[in-house]
């Protein structure tokens, strides 16, 4: 491969960190392109080259990386599958970096290595380095712990929705964790140092922390709240989860605990014992920055309504780059999650059990934490369950507080209900820095049938 890169693919560039690594990896000097489902409807700025491709098809997809030098895949988990083909055309097209979707726990380690939830990703770093041993392909792995803003944001590490905090075990197990940006800033830095980062694990971390320090300072940041910490033991959280994934019942309930398991179980690597970040020019987290994060969750986001919606078999949905989703006709709503930080207006547990044992008429039109804010929601109305085809919405404010009857109208009006439902939705959530706006679209008229 030549010492000095200048062509670099993207692939999965709309997801949590494709989306920050299309960011970081426009800023640099390389030539860049992205691959795009065939049929997919994702947009990406008129300076990126972009290339619709079958990701099935080993031969379109060794036509579109000739001449490329480093292949970056940041494809979501539930199609990770499809990177053996993606990996194969790479050789075939004579590319000489793959990084394949990582992004998270250290599965080098070999206790992390059977975490099942791991499978996928152990069979694709496998495959990758039986290439790279033949002299085919060389490889970097990307290991970065659980994100560190994304985890707050959406209580995955400590759950401090209502002030009633679960720690884990003891809740002292330091482990390491990124934020989403330093993340994206990594990647496009390997590029650069690509003898440095020839065939192993990259560590990136902006923190080492526990949960018991992130309570700490999630406290300081809402003191004057009722606090009731409880503590769970992992290994038996584990042990139920697994039964669970055994009987084939894919809920994220049934993942986390094993996620958490090599997050904060020592032994399992989750306290990386070395860093690149120096290698590749990054910087350190403190934890003031996460003091303020905790601030603008708890103190700023109080009337923030959160409906998180998962499918029990996340295997049958297939998701494109352009959040696409579908899903057989029986699949069933997982689970409503509703923190209300300690200011309940609604009584959530009548409507989780009836969502958990209603099957849907459709696809379900929420999935991946999809987050609506209260600013969505006017005369007790879901806004984006009354827009017309392709109209966009934007939020542009917050609330302060959460209708009374706002829940049934959601399950009757964007929950699949007599016959009403979404076939195809399309959620092309993304931030505005500079209006704090969230704005995304939908392909089908709820308001209509």
């Known amino acids: 491969m030549p010492s000095t890169v200048q062509n670099v693919t993207l692939v999965g560039a709309t997801g949590n960190v494709g989306a920050i690594a299309l960011e970081k990896l426009a800023a ?66 004579g590319v000489g970096r793959f990084l394949p979707s990582e992004f998270g726990c250290n599965i080098e380690n070999p206790k992390a290595r059977q975490v099942p939830v791991f499978a996928e990703k152990v069979r694709i770093e496998d495959y990758l380095k039986q290439k790279a041993a033949a002299g085919l392909i060389s490889y970097t792995f990307v290991f970065n712990g659980p994100f560190l803003e994304w985890g707050i944001e959406n209580n995955f590490v400590i759950n401090v929705a209502g002030f009633k905090p679960r720690l884990l075990d003891d809740g002292k197990a330091i482990f390491s964790s990124a934020n989403l940006e330093t993340v994206g ?81 020592p032994g399992y690597g989750g306290n990386f014992d070395k860093s690149d970040n120096e290698l590749l020019g990054l910087g350190h987290s403190s934890e003031e920055f996460v003091l303020q994060q905790y601030k ?40 409503l999650l509703m923190p209300d930080f300690g200011r309940p207006t609604l009584d959530a547990q009548p409507a989780i ?73 399309n959620f092309q959530t993304h931030k505005n820095g500079e209006s704090g706006q969230v704005e995304f679209s939908i392909l089908k008229d709820l308001s209509q049938g």
């Not at 080993?58 to 990177?83: H, K, N, Y």
């Not at 990594?186 to 526990?210: C, G, M, Q, W, Y």
């Not at 008429?361 to 007790?380: E, F, I, P």
């Open 185 to 265: 800033r990594a990647l496009a830095a390997i590029p650069d140092h690509l003898e440095a980062t020839k065939n192993r694990a990259v560590f990136i971390e902006d923190i080492k922390i526990s949960q018991e320090r992130l309570l700490a300072l999630a406290k300081q940041a809402a003191p004057e709240k009722p606090w009731e910490v409880t503590y769970a033991k992992t290994e038996d959280l584990v042990k139920v989860a697994g039964e669970g994934l055994a009987k084939g019942i894919f809920t994220f309930d049934n993942i986390a605990p094993f996620l958490h398991q090599a997050v904060v179980t």
């Open 28 to 93: 640099t000097k390389h030539n860049l392109q992205v691959l795009r489902r065939e049929g997919s409807k994702s947009t990406f700025p008129a300076s990126i080259k972009v290339i619709d491709v079958d990701f099935t098809s080993e031969p379109a997809l060794t036509r579109a990386l000739q001449g490329q030098d480093v292949v970056i895949s940041t494809i979501p988990a539930e199609v990770a599958g499809l990177q053996t083909t993606l990996i194969d055309a790479a050789i075939a097209a």
């Open 296 to 335: 603008k969750l708890l103190q700023h986001q109080l009337g923030i309504f959160n409906l998180f919606l998962y499918l029990v078999s996340p295997p049958t949905i297939y998701q494109d780059g352009s959040g696409h989703l579908t899903a057989p006709s029986t699949s069933h709503c997982a689970e």
């Open 353 to 425: 059990s009836q969502l958990r044992n209603r099957p849907t008429s459709s696809t379900m039109c929420c999935m991946n934490r999809v987050q609506y804010s209260c600013g969505c929601v006017k005369d007790s109305k879901f806004e984006q369950c009354e827009q017309r085809k392709d109209t966009p919405v934007k939020c542009d404010k917050i609330t302060r507080s959460v209708p009374e009857n706002l829940l049934s109208y959601c399950m009757s009006h964007c929950m699949p209900d007599k016959g009403r439902g979404l076939t195809k939705a």
